[in-house]
T-cell receptor, first 113, second 114 residues
Framework: DAKTTQPPSMDCAEGRAANLPCNHSTISGNEYVYWYRQIHSQGPQYIIHGLKNNETNEMASLIITEDRKSSTLILPHATLRDTAVYYC??????????????FGTGTRLKVLA | DSGVTQTPKHLITATGQRVTLRCSPR?????VYWYQQSLDQGLQFLIHYYNGEERAKGNILERFSAQQFPDLHSELNLSSLELGDSALYFCASSVELSANYGYTFGSGTRLTVV
């Protein structure tokens, strides 16, 4: 059911920007892109979400292409604590009556010292 | 501490048994979601409750059931347990029905069936 494609793993040097790509070529006009991460076996943590505009918060930036078929999550200065599995999820807005998130297999990001 | 409380944190039980997992959502959150994560597997959506009412169902087995009580806590009941039910079970909560601003997950219950 996952509508997104992510690379299975990536490495990033500590202090550098981590750019995690996500392909969602079948996204519809009312579907949002959400990013979560899961550190080890902890509960997933919400990071950011967006519809068509780029978004930034204290954790990360989300860049969505103009055609909305792909996006990139950017962690500007990765630390060892950012080592986690990152999930990109496409979810319809609430007007569709669907409220569940479908998680794919995500990208396992390893931040290297 | 995310504000979502799950108990117990760990549970070991035998095949054929029944267990109950409990979730207390963040204060003020009306929605509770349950997910299952088997070893090296992704998160599988099980069920969603909003203010006591079931709103969406995923790949939840018939041996599993859930409910949300008037005080908004939720319980996930797993019966006739099999080895394959060993997994992490997460609940998450959100304020509104749509969860447009994301869920908050608890730290999970690790169930081991032996």
């Amino acid at each position: 059911d996952a509508k997104t494609t992510q690379p299975p793993s990536m490495d990033c040097a500590e202090g550098r920007a981590a750019n995690l790509p996500c392909n969602h070529s079948t996204i519809s006009g009312n579907e949002y892109v959400y990013w979560y991460r899961q550190i080890h076996s902890q509960g997933p943590q919400y990071i950011i979400h967006g519809l068509k505009n780029n978004e930034t918060n204290e954790m990360a930036s989300l860049i969505i292409t103009e055609d909305r078929k792909s996006s990139t999550l950017i962690l500007p200065h990765a630390t060892l604590r950012d080592t986690a599995v990152y999930y990109c999820i496409v979810r319809p807005d609430s007007s569709s009556g669907t409220y569940k998130y479908i998680f794919g297999t995500g990208t396992r990001l390893k931040v290297l010292a | 501490d995310s504000g979502v409380t799950q108990t117990p944190k760990h549970l070991i039980t035998a095949t054929g048994q029944r267990v109950t997992l409990r979730c207390s959502p963040r204060s003020g959150d009306l929605s509770v979601y349950w997910y299952q994560q088997s070893l090296d597997q992704g998160l599988q959506f099980l069920i969603h409750y909003y203010n006591g009412e079931e709103r969406a169902k995923g790949n939840i087995l018939e041996r599993f059931s859930a409910q949300q009580f008037p005080d908004l806590h939720s319980e996930l009941n797993l019966s006739s347990l099999e080895l394959g039910d060993s997994a992490l079970y997460f609940c998450a909560s959100s304020v509104e029905l749509s969860a447009n601003y994301g869920y908050t997950f608890g730290s999970g219950t690790r169930l081991t069936v032996v």
